[in-house]
């Protein structure tokens, strides 16, 4: 493919004309020498019949060949330029979707903040007001000073646990950039575990293997496991039902060249007839308020063009369970 690069770009610096002509010349004389040299060691004379064939073949054969070829080269130029425009299209739109999932995330994220910080909100506020009512009613002494005190302390400090929990989960965080798996996890499991006990969802996390701890990913996995978690809340936090769950397992075998991760939940499961759709981009069943429907479809691009492995899903009522098959390579490597 370079070859042919390198040669189309010097094609474009001479004219057609000059090229048969420089070729058909060259190629008129490699024939008169190679006849000339072959039939003089041979017979010790060179024919003029021959030397004529010699002459004649390559003008009138050269030509036309090279016109053609010339021809294929040209139309291979406008096909590789048609080519570059389609795949440069394509990574714009990728990029796009790639900015309004980080849009959607962001503002999932944000539900999430708000969500944590209502209840210690909430106790720093009543605490002032206990500790005016006891002001008021001159009850207010050092010992329900200092209790009011450490209670805002204390809530105060996971206000700040919790900004710096998702600080840390999105702060400079390149694709590309590779961390330990279970700090990856660690901290989605910070982050994204109140919001599932609001609802009652229990989150269990597996590993087979010790190995899995020394294994180096890029950052790009925990926005995929992020966008599965959130699907699965969404699919149980309306069900009427006790024990709702979401289990992520890590599965590599030992001297194996592929990590395993599955997602279950235990919701109603996918519709057949809808399942097919779920990666495509824009298709959602949460309705325009609340679902983006470029979730699963950036899941996928990010699984299969960053760490060229594979995401599928299986669904019956009581267990939806996406497999994600991801190889040991650049971006998912044990740790050196």
């Known amino acids: 493919m370079i ?11 001479h004219s057609p004309l000059k090229i048969v002509t ?14 000339g040299i072959f039939y003089t060691l041979l017979t010790g004379t060179l024919p003029p019949v021959i030397l004529g064939f010699s002459i004649l073949m390559p ?3 050269t030509p036309p060949i090279l016109v053609i070829v010339i021809k294929l080269v040209m139309r291979l130029e406008t096909y590789k330029n048609a ?10 739109k990728d990029m796009l979707l790639f900015e309004q999932e980080r849009f959607a ?5 944000l539900s999430n903040i708000s969500h944590q910080w209502r209840q210690p909100l909430n106790a720093i506020n009543l605490t002032l007001l206990s500790a005016k009512l006891a002001k008021a009613t001159g009850r207010l002494d050092d010992e329900a ?16 646990e919790t900004i710096e929990d998702f600080r840390s989960f999105f702060q400079n965080k390149a694709p590309t950039k590779l961390l330990p798996l279970h700090q990856i996890v660690y901290e989605l499991h910070r982050i994204i575990t109140p919001t599932l006990e609001a609802n009652n969802i229990a989150l269990e996390i597996t590993w087979n293997s010790d190995t899995i701890h020394r294994l180096q990913i890029a950052t790009a996995i925990s926005q995929v496991l992020l966008n599965l978690i959130n699907n699965a809340k969404d699919a149980l936090e309306s069900l009427d039902q006790k024990n709702k769950q979401i289990r992520i397992a890590f599965e590599y075998p030992p001297g194996g060249d592929q990590l395993r991760i599955c997602v279950f939940d235990n919701g109603p499961g996918i519709d057949p007839a809808i399942q097919g759709k779920i990666f495509d981009p824009y298709f959602t069943t949460k309705g325009n308020l609340k679902g983006s429907g470029i979730g699963l479809h950036m899941s996928r691009q ?5 760490f060229h492995g594979t995401i599928i899903v299986s669904s019956v009522p009581g267990e939806t369970r996406f497999a994600i098959m991801l190889p040991t390579s650049v971006y998912c490597k044990p740790e050196t």
Do not use: P, W, Y
């Not at 070859?3 to 610096?13: A, Q, T």
């Not at 000073?145 to 700040?160: G, K, P, R, V």
């Not at 990010?302 to 960053?306: S, Y």
């Open 59 to 61: 003008l009138l054969m």
């Open 22 to 35: 420089g070729v058909t010349l060259a190629t008129t004389l490699v024939s008169v020498l190679c006849v």
């Open 105 to 109: 995330l962001m503002g999932e994220m």
């Open 3 to 13: 070859h042919l690069n390198r040669f189309i770009d010097k094609l474009g610096m």
């Open 83 to 92: 080519l570059h425009d389609e795949i440069e299209k394509n990574r714009e």
């Open 145 to 160: 000073l200092d209790h009011a005190f450490e209670t805002i302390e204390q809530n105060t400090l996971h206000l700040s």
């Open 302 to 306: 990010i699984i299969q063009k960053l």
